[in-house]
């Protein structure tokens, strides 16, 4: 059965930061795309970053450039994104998703095959 299974979320103050992780089972990471979504209620559930299968290439939203990263471990077939510099409005639900695609990775979340279950992710005084 493949599964991505994130976490890594909680209650942080403003500025603080805090590592997700997507771990894969039932399969290898190695040729997948994987994104990064977030939902905040109320809201649509929007794209945050990606990174390639080879993790040669990764996207971001405009807004969170220069405050997240993202990395892959594929011995470990598990996927970081590092927040940084977080603020309330980062608050929302955060997703991981895998693509099978052969460069590249797109932000949009029609393109993803298989998704997490979320971690919910507070930022708040």
């Known amino acids: 059965q493949l599964r991505l299974v994130e976490s890594g979320g909680g209650l942080v103050q403003p500025g603080g930061s805090l590592r997700l992780s997507c771990a894969a089972s039932g399969f290898t990471l190695d040729d997948y795309a994987i994104g990064w979504f977030r939902q905040a209620p109320g809201k649509e559930r929007e794209g945050v970053s990606c990174?390639?299968?080879?993790?040669?290439?990764?996207n971001f939203a405009d807004s969170v450039k220069g405050r997240f990263t993202i990395s892959r471990d594929n011995a470990k077939n598990t996927v970081y994104l590092r927040t940084n510099s977080l603020k309330p409005e980062d608050t929302a639900v955060y997703y991981c998703a895998a693509l099978w695609v052969v460069a590249g990775c797109p932000l949009m979340e029609k393109e993803y095959e298989y998704w997490g279950q979320g971690t919910q992710v507070t930022v708040s005084s």
């Open positions: 990174i390639s299968s080879s993790g040669g290439s990764a």
